[in-house]
């Protein structure tokens, strides 16, 4: 077995780091085992890959999470390399382990899927990276998408950040900039929230915001509603409260700014 990584493995075990929690980057797990077997690795060796992408995963640091300490340069590169260029390698590792796995992604454990998960075909890796047709402009927003949903649900252990809602079937991965307004943070995990249907909704539409703490505001406009037992239920109760923080991932608190000052409906 080779000792070196190629750039394919370590893009497709990166892919596999952020669509499942850092709890279960074990080599027993069936998600880790998959992966192993389709890049000629052992899952023990996989499981150790993940361990060196969590050690530079400062999310994890703050929990008091180190991750492991032998990481190689490849692996820095590939961390920074994402890190700097969301969308091509998003898109890059999407099509590789679409390519490698076909039908059997990984994403049954990592992130369930709302009804029957339908079939795909294999992408070819150089097609969706290099071409300029709608069919490949199509392909590229489909895993930008995939990618981004799957990311921000494991992140957040697939629960809302507000309410802790787990009901797969009603979560999304909101933008905190909308997708229209930033295209080099259309795929960037740390622009998304894992949102029920009501929140997420709620959040777009600017009825409640995140400050810089974390905590949760609620716009005056919900406050028309009171006294009403399911706007106090559904937003009075959280305000104050900070917001659920993900494993991985952190969302940044410039792109919470950008929200209160575009979206958030406080004066109104």
């Known amino acids: 077995m080779p000792t070196e990584w190629s750039r394919e493995q370590l893009l497709v075990t990166f892919n596999l780091y952020c669509r499942i929690p850092f709890a279960k980057t074990k ?33 994890l640091k703050a ?14 590169a590939i961390w920074d390399e994402f ?6 390698l998003a898109v890059e590792s ?7 796995l076909g039908d059997t992604r990984m994403n049954q454990e990592a992130v369930p899927q709302a009804g029957k998960k339908p079939r795909r075909r294999p992408v070819a ?11 490949t402009r199509e392909v590229r927003v489909r895993l930008y998408q995939r990618f981004f949903h799957d990311t921000v649900l494991a992140s957040y252990n697939c629960a809302c950040c507000v309410c802790g809602n787990p009901i797969v079937e009603v979560l999304s991965a909101a933008h905190i900039i909308g997708w229209s307004q930033r295209e080099d943070l259309r795929v960037n995990p740390r622009n998304g929230l894992c949102l029920c249907a009501l929140h997420h909704t709620a959040f777009d539409s600017g009825l409640w915001a995140v400050d810089a703490s974390y905590a949760i505001l609620v716009s005056q406009i919900v406050r028309k509603y009171l006294p009403n037992p ?17 494993d991985k991932f952190w969302p940044e608190k410039e792109y919470f700014a950008d929200h209160r000052e575009h979206k958030f409906q406080m004066l109104r």
Request: charged share 20%; net charge negative; glycine share 8%.
């Open 27 to 59: 080599a027993n797990n069936p998600s880790v085992i998959e992966v192993a077997n389709v890049i000629g690795r052992s899952p023990a060796a996989v499981a150790m890959k993940l361990g060196n992408f969590g050690s530079f995963d400062p999310a």
């Open 63 to 76: 929990r008091g999470i180190t991750g492991l300490t032998r990481a190689s340069k490849a692996d820095r």
């Open 83 to 88: 890190h700097t260029n969301w969308e091509t």
């Open 94 to 100: 999407e099509a590789a382990s679409e390519t490698l």
């Open 125 to 135: 890796v150089e097609r969706v990276i290099s071409g300029a047709t709608e069919v």
């Open 230 to 246: 399911v706007v106090e239920f559904c937003f009075i109760q959280y305000e104050g409260q900070l917001l659920r923080l993900p």
